[in-house]
RNA sequence: CGGGGUAUAGCGCAGUCCGGUUAGCGCACCUGGUUUGGGACCAGGGGGUCGUAGGUUCGAAUCCUACUACCCCGACCA
């Protein structure tokens, strides 16, 4: 019982009222139909700054609860930090401020009036502040400035804080979900009496997010160490996860900074060890954004619109009931709540869709739109026989299942959509993942392939650039733990030991 | 910040070149009826300072000027 792609097309070229661009034609397009479409977000009136709607804020919040959980079962507690940061914290650690310095919002004053010539308001020139404040691009010297007054002894440490916060960069050019003005993040910071202990917390949570972003998002990751050029301002080393999009693009889906003692010197955190010698604690700083919402799009969805996977889509079961006279409602309307009770037992959160100012067919293309995982309808035939039909989203498959153990076969069912996803997702990256060896195979697959492109690189940050200026790819990631091979840089010859992962990225 | 484009009902658009009734159309919305196993149909109805501010004109959605916002492409970045 499959649904073919010819019968698709008719039912949208006819009755489409929701016009979604080809993925093929227009990956952008597609990409911000789907958003806005699929209501996960909206552009708002600020410049680059997005709403998000109900339905998109529902995935981020389950991300959100999942993360939390995780954080808290290694040790972490959350807490929140100033939106404002003073101005002076910002140049204390030197390659920190040249980082961000070109993004910063900054606000000078404290106060409107009216304008003088009584039309609308003015800022008021009187109420400048003696210290502008910068908002947040990120929270490492608010925080770094505030642990200096919680840490005395190593019996402080380790200091593990996370917060969920807001963060603004300008961004010249901002795309929703993928890089936005204003956009939501967690970030943890912590203090640490070792430089191993920090590396180790560093190793972890990298760890976390990449496991959080293979078993929930069903979105295969490559773990490694960034270049020099693509480190994190002020860290020693920025470990990351990066994940392939359809279009075959890169995406850096998290990092997790060791930061060495570059903060603890610029903000003079010490503590005294069990020899009663002052020492600087040894950091990390670690955070995912409301940009994984543009990796879980881009990862799975499809020209039918969005694809979720069960464990991070709001609804995961949509129940649709079919009827034409009130007696067939009435029956159909039984068996629906009863398998709705029966999926809850298990956990799986449904939507029963007895709107009646709808119809069956139009749910069932609003409810695919949107990526709901599974969807079960239910008629008088159904009724009669004891079955109901279940449409799965990711396949596009329809099959009748009897009602019996109904909530083990849809929890089974959810299991193997989330894997098949995964799988979908790991398969499309190894086909596109290349290896290749010269200059001119390197320009030719970055330019036309696209994707993951392992090559030989001579190690130097200028090498890296002038590839960077000549093909737009980067050095997505050093792999943790490079396989031993001679080779020569693709572009200088020089000899290098292992390959590196090079693509062109968000 | 550079290049290009757009701005007319909630959404998508026509009308603008060549100024001239009451600014149209599709979808959505409201009411009534018939419908309901893949985006229903019929009938009726509501909704507009034509992005903003000036200017030209007897008359401006339409011509001119400035401004603003958004989208796409680049440089920058998570």
Redesign the pocket.
Known sequence: MQ?NSE??LY??S???????TNREDNY??WY?DLVIKAELAD???????MVIKPYGYAIWEKIQAILDKRFKETGHQNAYFPLFIPKSFFSKEASHVA?FA??CAVVTHYRLKNSPDGKGIVVDEDAKLEEELIVR?TSETIIWDTYRTWIQSYRDLPLLINQWAN?V?W?????????????L?QEGHTAHATEAEAQAEAALMLEVYAEFLETHMAIPVWKGVKSPN?R??GAVETY?IEALMQDGKA??AG?SHFLGQNFAKAFDVKFVNKENKQEYVWATSW?V???LM?ALIMAHSDN??LVLPPKLAPIQVVIVP????DEQ?AS?NEKALYIKKQLETKGISVKYDNR???????????H??KGVPV?I????????EN???V?RRDT?E?AIYQITDIEIKIEHLLEQIQLNLFNKAMNFRENNTFTVDTWDEFVDTIEHKGGFVLAHWDGTPETEQRI??MT?ATIRLIPLDPKKEEGRCILTGNPSHFRVVFAR??
């Open positions: 649904l019968q698709i039912h949208k006819k009755f489409m009222a929701k016009i979604l952008s397009q911000n552009n708002s009136a600020v410049r680059g700054c980082g070109k993004e691009p963060v960069r961004e010249m050019r901002t795309r929703l979900f993928l890089r936005t003005a204003e956009f993040w693509e994190f301002a990351c995406l850096q990092t955070g954004s409301t940009r543009g039918n619109g079919i009827f034409k006279s409602f159909v009646d100012t709808q119809k069956p067919g139009f749910k069932f293309a609003e695919e739109f969807r309808a239910i008629g008088p035939r159904d009724v009669e079955t109901v039909e449409a596009l329809k960077k200026e737009k990225s968000y």
